[in-house]
């Protein structure tokens, strides 16, 4: 995504601001326990289920029958998974031994009712470059969600897991041109612009889109500013209402972002106060808008300090209200790591080679002592910079790595036996054959062996979707779990 010092800096201080993080099921606010095996709602969210006043369209009553036959905990998943990649001897033609994610479509469902309840009048439509994980696209287009796509590939994704045209935003600002073409003969006609060429470009070749104006909000609050990217200015806005009006292409509003990771739940009523004076300087023009979209920048679950998502709802939805009283505006959002980037993603990764570190040192051979206590190691996993890592590494998220299975027994969930909590002083290797695959130079870590596995909760944003194949090493496969099965 950014790799400017500064921005980095944000995103670090953001993910270390919680001093002390609780991991917050998002779902206990909501009540149904993601443990029991058949999950009770609350009264409220049940009535809210039946109320017609929601936007969103109920396509399967919320109900995804056809997951039910997944493992009801991530820890069951995990092991029905690994028991197969046990040993050497194993058949692992499928390589088993792979790096692997679980997604569990549970924590999807909850996130969505609790975005339900909480913005009930604006339609979620998942950011899908966040995670284009196919199974949690088809199941939230089973909920009802609508996607924010940005390229053909996205756009086709979508299409094919069953979401209708018009339940898709192409937001992107600025739009390879055969992918337009493709929009143009699927029919997904709502999509965003910021700049006049887009406008002869759209003009040319899909004249009868409905076009978003994305304006430029601040986005300084934000762990990833996008607004240096994208966004008309407001100077600018004027000028381009009125070339798209000579043009006589059908503007219907206006779209922001405040930044992903927002970090102040304020950004976003600016925001809305902003995109109000461009409906109104839409109207001068004769223009009468009737969607606005929100954008992203909803933090996840597990962020509880701060800006939370509660927070942002609370200044968001009334915010709405009061600016856009007529409910002939369609208000929608572009949530990405709202959905994915809490439990609902955890990362398995196994130790696949190990080394003793031996200082060279001048000339003479530095002996390993003999009581461990200085020992180093480093371990080579099977996923790295190249792979799940490469966007965390970018923006500098701060790693927890946690022991999965040591020796034959699993850890999933609980602290390690006294005797062997001792940390070592470690480096972290990906899997590939460069220098620069190195997830942790200096991290601590339990003795581990090959074939020792660790994990990494909450890591379902920005990991598996920009990971690569380089020197040939597959990138990690998911597989899901459900905890949420009626
Ligand atoms: C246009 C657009 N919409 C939505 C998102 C999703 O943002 P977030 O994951 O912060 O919700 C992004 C992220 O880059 C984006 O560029």
């Known amino acids: ?17 919680h001093d002390n993080p609780t991991y917050n099921r998002g779902c206990n606010d909501y009540s149904y326990n993601n443990t029991k095996e058949t999950a009770s709602l609350p009264t409220a969210i049940k009535q809210q289920e039946k109320s017609k006043s929601s936007n969103i369209s109920n396509k399967s009553d919320i109900t995804c029958t056809t997951t039910s036959t997944y493992p009801k905990n991530v820890e069951e998943a995990i092991k029905q998974r690994l028991a197969k990649s046990l040993s050497f001897d194993s058949d692992n033609s499928d390589d088993l031994d792979s790096a692997f994610y679980v997604g569990d479509l549970g924590e999807l469902h909850c996130q969505h009712l609790k975005w339900k309840s909480l913005l009930p009048r604006i339609e979620p439509f998942y950011a899908v470059k966040c995670n284009p994980d196919p199974v949690a696209i088809k199941y939230l287009a089973s909920l009802g969600v609508g996607f924010d796509c940005a390229s053909k590939t996205e756009l086709q994704q979508v299409i094919n897991s069953g979401a209708n045209a018009n339940q898709i935003i192409y937001a992107q600002p600025t739009k390879q041109p055969s992918f337009l073409h493709y929009a143009a003969q699927n029919n997904i006609s709502l999509m965003t612009f910021d700049s006049k060429e887009e406008l002869y470009k759209i003009n040319e070749l899909y004249p009868k889109a409905k076009l978003v104006l994305r304006i430029l909000v601040d986005d300084t609050h934000s762990a990833i500013p996008l607004g240096r990217k994208y966004g008309a200015p407001l100077k600018s806005i004027e000028s381009l209402l009125q070339l798209a009006k000579e043009l006589k292409l059908n503007v219907v509003g206006v779209s922001f972002h405040v ?11 600016h925001a809305v106060v902003r995109a109000r004076h461009v409906f109104d300087q839409a109207k001068a023009l004769g223009y009468t808008f009737d969607l606005l979209d929100v954008g992203g920048g909803f933090n996840e679950s597990t962020v509880v300090h701060g800006t939370t998502f509660e927070k942002v709802a609370a200044v968001l939805g009334p915010a709405v209200d009061e600016m856009f009283p007529s409910k002939n505006v369609r208000v929608i959002a572009e949530p990405g790591r709202y959905y994915v980037g809490g439990p609902a993603y ?11 570190v031996e200082e060279d040192n001048d000339g003479g051979s530095h002996q390993i002592d003999q009581d461990n206590k200085n020992r180093k190691y480093m371990y080579y ?37 006294e005797d062997e909590e001792k940390r070592y002083s470690c480096t972290i290797w990906g899997p590939t054959g460069c220098s620069l ?10 003795e581990l062996n090959v074939g ?8 379902g944003a920005y ?11 597959e990138k990690a496969k998911i597989i899901h779990a459900n905890t949420h099965q009626n």
């Open 1 to 17: 995504m950014l790799n400017n010092e500064s921005l980095l800096e944000g995103f670090h201080s953001l993910h270390n601001s």
């Open 259 to 269: 930044g992903s990771g927002c970090t102040n739940a304020e950004a976003f009523y």
């Open 452 to 459: 020792d596995w660790l994990y990494i909760e909450n890591f």
């Open 381 to 417: 996993l099977n996923d790295g910079f190249y792979g799940s890592f490469l966007m965390p590494s970018l923006d500098k998220i701060k790693l927890s790595f946690k022991v999965l299975r040591k020796n034959g027994e699993y850890f999933y969930g609980r602290q390690l036996k």
């Open 346 to 356: 955890t990362l398995c990764v196994g130790i696949v080679g190990r080394r003793t």
């Open 463 to 473: 990991t598996a979707t920009a990971a690569t194949t380089f020197n040939g090493f």
């Open 437 to 446: 695959d190195c997830i942790i130079s200096d991290a601590l870590l339990p």
